[in-house]
């Protein structure tokens, strides 16, 4: 899987040479687009540990919440607007649970207090988005997001080794899969 992950990244070099480098869109694109298999890749193998877990799920409710109010501010459409809402009150709720959990649940982890640098691009993919396209963008992103998002849930939900924070996998999934199903009609007829 992650040779493919690879030669798919290296696919993608020639494109990203040919784009005028006064756009900044099409480079934009490409790393939204790259960014979806790695995070899915990521969430099945980093996952499977407490700290793995505790990290990922940490760092996925910080993007989801900055991501949030990036399309607050920018956004004026009622959809988009609504599941930015949701999205922000959701993780908010989901961090602070883990916050609480954590200590007590898996000692030994840290969670993060700033983004990984993937997740910081696609941030930075939002704040730069031209207004034409943000929604469109902000829609995908969370499409690929929440993606994640349920394969690191899932992944980790049958784990004996911190049964609270399993507890807590399990108990997120209902709330990220109507995440991706708002996400999935904002991007075109849902899958």
Avoid: K, W
């Amino acid at each position: 899987m992650r040779s493919r992950t690879l030669l798919a990244a290296a696919a993608l070099l020639p494109v990203l040479a040919a784009c005028d480098p006064g756009d900044p869109q099409p480079v934009d694109r490409v790393e939204d687009t790259v960014a979806a298999p790695v995070g899915q890749m990521s969430a099945a193998t980093v996952g499977q540990t407490v700290d793995g877990y505790v990290t990922a799920a940490a760092m996925g409710d910080m993007y989801e919440i900055a991501a949030a109010e990036i399309a607050l501010q920018r956004s004026q459409t009622p959809a988009v607007r609504e599941l930015a809402t949701m999205l922000r009150d959701d993780h908010t709720a989901a961090s602070q649970r883990m916050q609480t959990l954590v200590p007590q649940a898996a000692p030994q982890a840290q969670i993060p207090t700033e983004l990984d640098q993937r997740r910081e691009g696609l941030l930075e993919n939002l704040r730069t988005a031209p207004a034409t396209n943000f929604d469109e963008i902000f829609m995908s992103q969370q499409v690929a997001a929440h993606e994640e998002a349920l394969t690191l849930h899932r992944g980790f939900a049958d784990t004996t080794e911190a049964p609270a924070l399993a507890e807590h996998a399990r108990t997120v999934v209902p709330r990220l899969e109507a995440h991706l199903e708002m996400a999935r009609r904002g991007t075109g007829p849902a899958t």
